[in-house]
T-cell receptor, first 113, second 112 residues
């Protein structure tokens, strides 16, 4: 079963609006990552936030992490049609040494031009 | 760098046939992962290797699945015999000393 659950499952917005996606997870983590998947393509890493960080920015992306609530959010500001994709959160277990990622169910983002 | 390379990109086969998926990781990466993506189950880890050694194969569905990494630049995932429920997109990913994983384009498998 998926470690993370994301909401919403689907989101449709207009170009220029902000998009917020949420992710919840169940176990302790070392870090949390967000990946993007364009239709028919592989996943691309967007941003990583460590368990001792609360917020991180990268360009138009802003990620927050609340380890007490076991949740994270990804905010894309001033969205563009090219941001249309599925977005996944991924966690690495708190167990040291285990490198495998557990992915959330994903949010499908549609940005209307 | 060419990124992670997977072949074939698409595979259509009949139930009972053997299927072999191939992956070339990014040069210098010492971790290699195989994932499967379906609508019902999302992205699931099948197996991962470190320095060509399988570390965790708990995600391999059953004995019909096997994976090998004979050297640092090549890995295979084999399904024998294949079944319709194996239809999915299979991704290979690699990483080095950081948690970030780099994914290949995937192999879309359809078992009829």
């Amino acid at each position: 079963s998926q470690q993370g659950e994301e909401d919403p499952q689907a989101l449709s917005i207009q170009e220029g609006e902000n998009a917020t996606m949420n992710c919840s997870y169940k176990t302790s983590i070392n870090n949390l990552q967000w990946y993007r998947q364009n239709s028919g393509r592989g996943l691309v890493h967007l941003i990583l936030i460590r368990s001792n960080e609360r917020e991180k920015h990268s360009g138009r992306l802003r990620v927050t992490l609340d380890t007490s609530k076991k949740s994270s959010s990804l905010l894309i500001t001033a969205s563009r049609a090219a941001d249309t994709a599925s977005y996944f959160c991924a966690t690495a277990s708190g167990d040291t040494g285990r490198r495998a990622l557990t992915f959330g169910s994903g949010t499908r983002l549609q940005v209307q031009p | 760098d060419a990124g992670v390379i997977q072949s074939p990109r698409h595979e259509v086969t009949e139930m009972g046939q053997e299927v072999t998926l191939r992956c070339k990781p990014i040069s210098g990466h010492d971790y290699l992962f195989w994932y499967r993506q379906t609508m019902m189950r999302g992205l699931e880890l099948l197996i991962y290797f470190n320095n060509n050694v399988p570390i965790d194969d708990s995600g391999m569905p059953e004995d019909r699945f096997s994976a090998k990494m004979p050297n640092a630049s090549f890995s295979t995932l084999k399904i024998q015999p294949s079944e319709p429920r194996d239809s999915a997109v299979y991704f290979c990913a690699s990483s080095s000393g950081t948690p970030t994983q780099y994914f290949g384009p995937g192999t879309r498998l359809l078992v009829l």
